[in-house]
């Protein structure tokens, strides 16, 4: 994500803030400010914002210390003016753990909410409710009723709210991952539409969060179909394994003649040992061509930042390792020798073949 600098860590998780975030938080100091030109009014308005969206921190932060008992990393946690983002490597794939991954954002304010409750009523402090608004009354209670209302919003059983996850980890407990994912897809764009029916009467910020649901949904019953495709299948079921590899010391012209006399865009290097050195993709190769000449080495052009696979793996293991930015081919091995490559061309074929399958039946 640009524009997200980075202010810090927790836990050994990134923190970035969006400067959109600042922005909202300048929009809302000056709203405050504007009616009695009151500083002091401007400052208790940012501070509420400001621990609010602390609040919000805390809840990503649930998500993503649960996902770390599973073993699955947090890349960061992104504040947006929306709301926060932790980017998880993956979602846990069994029902139990994607349901305690998905509870623990919402627990987190479940516990803040409890703590404050029980603090303003043991100081005596606590007011009545109808004394609370989004811009008055006591900081604490108003508090207390955001993080009420971020548990109910997150709770919703619609993606991509984690009530959305919680439901299909249920789901899936007595389904297959497919289903479970389909059925609470569609509950959710059933929610969707509720909203904006609602909308239309109420508020129309419901119709901004129905969209926004919907196309949630949309994505990650689309997902799911895929990772079902590849469930259960193993790497040499769907590997290249007619290819070719080029030497170390082979010359950017001899590569580019069999870029010509074939289809293979990627090519490994593999040294005399059997080891793969690293891989030439097409765009490196085209550049290093320009910049050495025919006469150049291979390995000028090579990557070494490439994700490899064993043969017997599933799939589904190792589409879940890949990560944006790497390498897209990937070296499939066997008792460490190369034995097929994988792909993006070769996966995207195995996903058309599938589907086809899949109607016929
Ligand atoms: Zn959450």
């Known amino acids: 994500m640009g524009w997200a600098p980075r202010v810090g860590s927790l836990f050994g998780i990134e923190l970035r803030i969006h400067v959109t975030f600042l922005l909202l938080l300048a929009f809302l100091g000056l709203a405050h400010w504007l009616p009695d030109r009151d500083v002091g009014a401007a400052l208790v308005g940012v501070s509420f914002f400001c621990l609010l969206f602390l609040c919000v921190v805390l809840h990503e932060l649930g998500h993503a210390l649960a996902a770390r008992q599973f073993g699955i990393k947090t890349q960061d946690i992104t504040l947006l003016p929306i709301g926060g983002v932790a980017r998880l490597e993956r979602m ?9 991954v998905a509870i623990a954002g919402p627990l987190v304010n479940v516990v803040i909410a409890t703590g404050l409750y029980l603090g303003l009523k043991a100081t005596g402090t606590w007011q009545p409710l109808e004394q609370v608004t989004t811009t008055g009354g ?33 789901l899936a407990m007595g389904m297959p991952y497919a289903r479970a994912t ?21 508020n129309p910020m419901l119709i901004l969060i129905a969209v926004f649901v919907w196309a949630g949904a949309e994505q990650e019953a689309t997902s799911a179909e895929i990772k079902s495709l ?25 590569m580019a003649r069999r870029i010509l006399a074939g289809t293979q865009k990627d090519f490994p290097v593999v040294d005399g040992l059997g ?20 006469d150049g080495l291979v390995t000028v052009a090579m990557t070494g930042d490439f994700e490899t696979a064993e043969t017997e793996e599933s799939m589904q293991e190792v589409l879940g390792r890949a990560q944006p930015g790497r390498c897209t081919t990937v070296p499939v091995m066997r008792n460490g020798r190369l034995s097929g490559l994988l792909t993006a061309e070769n996966i995207g074929e195995f996903v058309m073949i599938e589907a086809a399958r899949k109607r016929r039946r």
Do not use: C
């Open 92 to 100: 846990p794939e069994k029902p139990l753990q994607e349901l305690w």
């Open 182 to 202: 389909r059925v609470a897809a569609r509950v959710g764009q059933g929610m969707a539409v509720l909203f904006g029916f609602a909308g239309l009467f109420v």
């Open 138 to 170: 006591n900081l604490a209670e108003r508090l207390w009723v955001a993080n009420l209302f971020l548990v109910m919003f997150n709770l919703l059983p619609a993606f991509p709210m984690d009530g959305g996850r919680v439901l299909r980890a249920f």
């Open 275 to 294: 080891d793969v050195m690293g891989i030439v993709t097409q765009a490196a190769f085209f550049q290093a061509l320009a910049e050495h000449g025919d």
């Open 230 to 254: 590849f469930a259960g299948v193993p790497v040499r079921d769907a590997m290249m394994v007619e290819f070719q590899s080029v030497h170390p010391t082979e010359t950017l012209g001899e």
